[in-house]
């Protein structure tokens, strides 16, 4: 398999983990987390306005059985966007969002690993 292979499907585990990780928090009434819910749904409303579940199941299918380097770059180019403006904003939040700032460091290592030096 081929390594760029590997870690885009890595990025998609991880991608499909803190989508899971932010529902269940949101899910969970009795969150000692979080107290400020509004926070937290907005971070869930962020992450479904920059459809993360679907660029997560679109790189995890084009990336099963070969190694499509234009589509993968472009899908994670998409996922670098939303990435940047949640992670200003949990950045902004630290207080209440703490608890989602190790994934969000995975997801930028994993596909800072796809970027171009320059």
Do not use: P
């Amino acid at each position: 398999m081929n390594f760029e292979m590997q870690i885009a499907n890595m990025l998609a585990d991880q991608l499909k983990g803190f989508i899971e990780f932010v529902q269940k928090h949101h899910r969970d009434k009795n969150n000692i987390f979080c107290l400020h819910r509004d926070k937290l749904l907005q971070l869930k409303l962020l992450v479904e306005e920059f459809r993360f579940q679907v660029l997560a199941d679109e790189l995890k299918r084009i990336n099963r059985f070969t190694w499509d380097e234009n589509y993968t770059l472009l899908l994670i180019d998409r996922f670098r966007k939303g990435y940047i403006i949640i992670d200003e904003y949990v950045g902004n939040h630290y207080e209440d969002l703490f608890i989602f700032t190790a994934r969000l460091h995975t997801l930028n290592s994993l596909s800072l690993l796809f970027c171009k030096e320059e």
